[in-house]
């Protein structure tokens, strides 16, 4: 079984905002022209896409993100579609005046599971007094919240020309400790395991139980660690937190591309040069996403 924990889902809206950043009066369809990706239409035919692919890759379900704040729409209407097979995830603003109110509406009205924070990129500290009142927001509908840390790479906004003014500072997972002790019950995902920013990452991990470590992409964070091998971040985080802490996740977002298999053959690769026994590769690659995401 392998479930996808990490999937971005780029719809129309995703591209109207973009267009608005651009300020130039372009079309979503003008943006999708010049990447040359496919028009992704309304979101029930995008995630009726979404599951043609997972279906040709024996994916069985996929958290996919609404990837700007204010698309929760998209992604709720994908959920009411499919919703055995797709998780909704959601981005917010913690620093916007109607963060709580769309965190709220998200979890309780629009059936999505996990809010997704990236203080870097919204350049709101984790000790902010507004995220916490977005957390308490989603942990009252029992939604997980995802926190992405370390370096933080947004490729379709460079390849557009947008300006990424990200500050890194703010993305330690650290932080996530802090945030993960003042609410025990709620699980805290950090992707990319850190995004090189794995000993922190894992010293957050150690302290909290309830911190998951997702393992999308390509991982090319690894790099600033001389020396420093995929087996050995799994064989890292497997002594630390145990299969049932971590997720797999590729970070596939548009079409034609579609579902990055290599993502996925590489992990595995890795899983079995480090040793890793069947059973902990079974949960890795699906169990914990069916329990976390039950």
């Known amino acids: 079984m392998i479930n996808d924990s990490h999937c971005h889902f780029f719809s129309t809206q995703f591209f109207v905002t973009l267009a608005q950043q651009r300020g130039k009066g372009e079309r979503p369809s003008a ?17 009726d896409r979404w599951i043609k692919e997972l279906d040709a890759h024996g994916v069985s379900r996929a958290g996919l993100i609404a990837s700007v704040p204010g698309d929760e729409a ?31 509406a998200a979890v309780y009205t629009q059936r999505l599971r996990c809010l997704c924070l990236f203080p870097a990129m919204h350049q709101t500290p984790l000790d902010d007094e507004r995220v916490k009142k977005v957390i308490e927001a989603a942990a009252g509908g029992n939604a997980a919240v995802f926190v992405h840390c370390g370096q933080l790479s ?8 947008l300006p990424s003014p ?13 945030l ?30 309830n911190i998951y470590f997702d393992t999308s992409s390509s991982n090319r964070w ?11 971040v799994f064989r890292a985080a497997l002594a630390v937190v145990g299969p ?11 079409f034609p591309r579609g579902w990055q298999r290599g993502v996925y053959e590489e992990q595995r690769a890795a899983l079995d040069h ?5 059973a902990d590769q079974e949960a890795i690659f699906g169990g914990t996403f069916d329990r976390l995401f039950s």
């Open 31 to 47: 943006l999708c022209r010049e990447l040359k990706w496919d028009d992704p239409g309304e979101p029930e035919a995008l995630a």
């Open 154 to 161: 947004v490729g379709v906004r460079r390849a557009l020309g």
């Open 74 to 104: 998209s992604v709720s209407a994908a959920v009411a579609k499919h919703p055995t097979r797709i998780v909704g995830y959601f981005m917010v603003n913690a620093a916007a005046p109607d963060a709580v109110a769309r965190t709220h």
């Open 180 to 209: 993960a002790a003042t609410f025990p019950s709620v699980p805290f995902i950090v992707p990319h395991f850190g995004a090189g920013l794995l000993r922190e990452a894992l010293m957050a991990a150690d302290t909290c139980p």
């Open 274 to 278: 480090a040793g890793v026994a069947a």
């Open 222 to 232: 690894i790099r600033f660690t001389p020396g420093l091998t995929l087996p050995d």
């Open 244 to 254: 049932g802490r971590i997720l797999f996740g590729t970070d596939s977002s548009y």
């Open 166 to 178: 990200f500050d890194f500072r703010l993305g330690d997972p650290l932080g996530v400790a802090r």
